[in-house]
C-alpha cells in the first residue's frame, strides 16, 4: 500500500461591556443558525452519486476526515454517525488540524501547494492558502495564533498567521541548499509552546524551531526519525527513528541529546507518552509489535505483539489504555497499560491508520484507506468505548486518511 509521505477576531473591540456584547450576539447567532441547520436533511453529491443525508443532531460533535484520493473532507456527526457534508479542498488532501477553539480546521493538499480553511460551524471553505510545494503535518501554536506547516519535500516549514490566513515566514530546515528530499512529516510544540519539534528524516536530525525568533538547532537522532511525542511536562521530548530501530530522547530545556535506545523491533513510527509522563508507546511497524520504555531511565518495559504493520498508537485520557492501528490486519489492537498486553484485538476497515476520539472519550473513530485507493471507497469505523465494540461503519470516499474530532458550539 502506497503511503504519502484560536483566530483572533479582525476588529479589536476596546471596553469588556463591548466585548461580553458581542461574544453574547455571537452565540446566539451561532445557536441560531444551528438550529436551522438541524431543522431537516439535506442531498449531496457523494462518490458520484446524489443521496440523503440524515440532519445533525444539536450540539453534537463533528469529524472531519480527510479523502486523499477524492480531494474532499467528509464530515460525520458524532451522536448520528451519518455523513453531514462532503466539502471539495485541494488536491492530494493529507492532513488536518483544528484551532483551539474548534472553529476551523486546517487541510494540507499535498499536491495542491496549499492550505484549505473550513468553517466547522457552517462546513464550507473560507480561505486558501498559497504555501510552498508538499505541504504535510501541520500544528498550531499553544496561543492559537499561527499554524507551522511542514513541507515533505522542501526542508521548509510555513508560517501562517491565523488572523489573516497569510504566510508570514518559510522557515529553512536542515540543509536549505541541498538538494530536497523526503525531509518532515511531523511536527510537535512543547507544552509551553516555547519550541517546535519536527524529525527531519533526510538529515537524521529533528530540527528544533524557537517560535518566538524561528531559529533552528538541529539535534541528531537515529537513522530516519519520523515521528514525536513529548511529556506533559515538556521536559523530554522522544523521536522515534525508521531505520533506525531507536528512539531518540531530548531534554526540551536544555536542547541536547539524552540518549538513543534500541526498541527491540524493526521500524519503529507511531508513539505517544502515557498522560502521566511515565511511559512511551512505540509500534514497530514491520515487527508487529508495540515497545514501551520508561521515559526517565529508558528503559524497555516490555515489548507487546500486535497484529501487522502498526503504523499508529494514541492513549486515552486516563491512560488506562493504548489504541494500535494494524494497518496490514486491518484491525485495531486496545492494550491494557497496567499489564502490558492486548485484551482486545477489533477487526475494522481495510486499511486502517489514524484514530481519535471523540469529545468525552466514549466512542473512538477509524479511518480505513480502503482497499484499492484509486478506485474503491475508504470508510470510518466508530468504535464504543465502553466494551470496545464496533457500533457502525460510516462509507466515504477515496482514501480517507487524517481526522480530527471538533464540537465548535
Known sequence: ???????????????????????????????????????????????????ARAAQTAGSGRVFVVNTGSNSV???????????????????????VASLDGRNVYVSNFHGASISVIDTVNLAVTATIAVEPSPQASAITMDGTRLFVVHQHQQVVSVIDLATDTV?????????????????GDILFTPNGRYAFVPNYSQNVVDVIDTSTYAVTALPTGAQPRRVAVTPSGNRVFVAN?????????????????????????????????????????????????????????????????????????????GSRAIVTNSGSDTVSIIDTATLAVVKTIPVGHGPFFAVFNGDQTKLYISNEGENQAFDLGSVTIIETATYTVTGTVPLERQPFDL????PI
Open 404 to 407: 480530527v474530532f471538533v464540537n
Open 1 to 51: 500500500m502506497t503511503r504519502l509521505p484560536e483566530g483572533r477576531s479582525a476588529s479589536r473591540v476596546t471596553s469588556e461591556t463591548h466585548r461580553r456584547a458581542a461574544a453574547f450576539l455571537i452565540r446566539i447567532a451561532l445557536l441560531v443558525g444551528l438550529a436551522l441547520f438541524s431543522a431537516g436533511s439535506f442531498e449531496t453529491s457523494y462518490a458520484g452519486k446524489t443521496v
Open 168 to 184: 508570514l515566514r518559510v522557515i529553512p530546515i536542515g540543509d536549505p541548499n541541498g538538494v530536497p528530499g523526503n525531509t518532515a
Open 74 to 96: 467528509s464530515v460525520v456527526d458524532d451522536a448520528s454517525g451519518a455523513v453531514i457534508a462532503s466539502i471539495p479542498v485541494g488536491e492530494r488532501p493529507i492532513r488536518i
Open 242 to 318: 525508521f531505520n533506525g530501530d531507536s528512539v531518540t530522547a531530548v531534554d526540551a530545556r536544555k536542547l541536547s541529546v539524552v540518549d538513543t535506545v534500541a526498541t527491540g523491533g524493526n521500524a519503529p513510527r507511531g508513539i505517544a507518552v502515557n498522560p502521566r509522563g511515565t511511559e512511551v508507546y512505540v509500534t514497530n511497524v514491520h515487527t508487529g509489535s508495540v515497545t514501551v520504555l520508561d521515559t526517565r531511565t529508558l528503559s524497555v518495559l516490555g515489548e507487546i505483539r500486535v497484529d501487522n504493520k502498526p503504523w499508529n498508537v494514541i492513549l486515552n485520557a486516563d
